[in-house]
């Protein structure tokens, strides 16, 4: 599975952006998709993750109910609509892909990334 994020960009404080993560493959579906991010000299930080439907989704709690994240199967495509965006959401963003039944939280669970989209957020 490649990878291929993009919808980086810069935004005042209290504003959205809409990441999203296109990929190749034929059994993205069957993908488990996550959303990490990454500031210099932290590690990898757990945002949103979706199984192969929408009824199961899993958020960190630092961005529950202003993060959103969705698929569409058909186009192999993850998004991450953020909202309410603070300073601290500063980061470089990934897409990941886990190929287990089983949503994983920590970024060595995840088999294949994507090259990373930098988010900065003014405040």
């Known amino acids: 599975v490649q990878l291929q994020a993009s919808g980086g960009g810069l935004v005042q404080a209290g504003g959205s952006l809409r990441l999203s993560c296109a990929a190749s493959?034929?059994?993205?579906?069957?993908?488990?998709m996550g959303w990490f991010r990454q500031v210099p000299g932290k590690e990898r930080e757990f945002v949103a993750a979706?199984?192969?439907?929408?009824?199961?989704?899993y958020y960190a709690d630092s961005v529950k109910g202003r993060f959103t994240i969705s698929r569409d199967n058909a186009q192999n495509t993850v998004s991450l609509q953020m909202k309410s965006l603070k300073p601290e959401d500063t980061a470089v963003y990934y897409c990941?892909?886990?190929?287990?039944?089983?949503?994983?939280?920590?970024?060595?669970?995840?088999?294949?990334w994507g090259q990373g989209t930098l988010v900065t957020v003014s405040s």
């Open positions: 979706i199984r192969r439907t929408e009824f199961s989704i």
């Open positions: 493959g034929r059994t993205f579906n069957s993908y488990v």
């Open positions: 990941a892909a886990r190929n287990a039944p089983v949503v994983g939280t920590t970024a060595n669970e995840y088999d294949y």
